[in-house]
């Protein structure tokens, strides 16, 4: 059998397999066709340290950073000096009053770069054999495009097996609310449809890129036979939007 007829194969398990396990079958599938660019942290979404910020807004930023890494960069992200981890540091925020940049920088593990085409199942390897955990995708003139985590790699290989998907709703229609931010092949994987994942790889890159701009709430369009409805946006993106399938 080949790669789609397997994956029509467990889509119709549906008596037989609870769904969680259904979208790890189907991920393991695609590992191989799967690259870092499908499950990055896009550049806008970075979360960093610009080591050019006063100290005092650095270690509020310390204290209360969800990530256990970080990248630290002068300015821009395209000019990342390395990766803090947050447990080297932390103990010696609240142990030393003294704490400045140089005791970050003298923390910092060397930043490790990544092609955006590489496939999950490598960079899998590349992790282990480096024995790093995070980071940052490039595009082929070494422009950085993503970030990239060991979590995230195993995330797009099982999907979101531990928490709810919060991002795509099912509603009573048979219709979904979607996330304007969440990937194409993760909205195939949980609602079994066949959206295109070789250009954009989000539903709102999805969106702008059939219709050359950014539409405003209301506006309804068909795309790859869907009738879509965008609900919401801001400045630079949809941010929210509903979703029938085929019918």
């Not at 590992?31 to 100290?55: F, K, Q, S, Y």
């Not at 990530?67 to 447990?87: A, N």
């Not at 140089?102 to 390897?125: A, G, M, R, S, Y």
Request: hydrophobic letters at 40%.
């Amino acid at each position: 059998m080949n790669k789609d007829e397997l994956k029509s194969i467990v889509a119709e398990t549906d008596s037989l397999m609870p769904e969680k396990y259904k979208n790890i079958l189907l991920g393991i599938i695609d590992l191989e066709t799967a690259t870092v660019e499908d499950i990055m942290t896009p550049r806008n979404e970075i979360v960093g340290i610009n080591i050019e910020d006063p100290i005092e807004d650095i270690v509020l930023q310390l204290k209360k950073s969800k990530y256990t890494r970080l990248p630290v960069y002068k300015e821009s992200i395209d000019r990342v000096i390395g990766f803090l981890h947050l447990r080297t540091v932390l103990i010696q925020i609240f142990d030393n009053e003294d704490f400045c940049k140089q005791d970050i920088t003298n923390n910092l593990i060397p930043p490790f770069f990544i092609p955006e085409t590489t496939p999950l199942h490598k960079q899998i390897q590349d992790f282990k054999f480096e024995h790093i955990r995070i980071g940052l995708v490039v595009d082929e003139y070494g422009d950085v495009q993503g970030l990239v985590s060991m979590d995230d790699l195993l995330q797009g290989i099982v999907g979101e097996i531990m928490i709810e998907e919060a991002d795509v709703k099912k509603r009573d229609d048979g219709s979904y609310l979607v996330d304007g931010s969440v990937t194409v092949r993760e909205l195939n994987r949980i609602t079994h449809w066949d959206l295109p994942t070789e250009g954009p790889k989000t539903i709102n890159g999805l969106i702008i890129d059939f219709l050359e701009n950014i539409p405003q709430p209301g506006t309804s369009l068909i795309l790859h036979g869907h009738q879509l409805e965008i609900l919401n946006r801001n400045k630079h993106a949809v941010t929210m939007v509903k979703i029938m399938p085929l019918k």
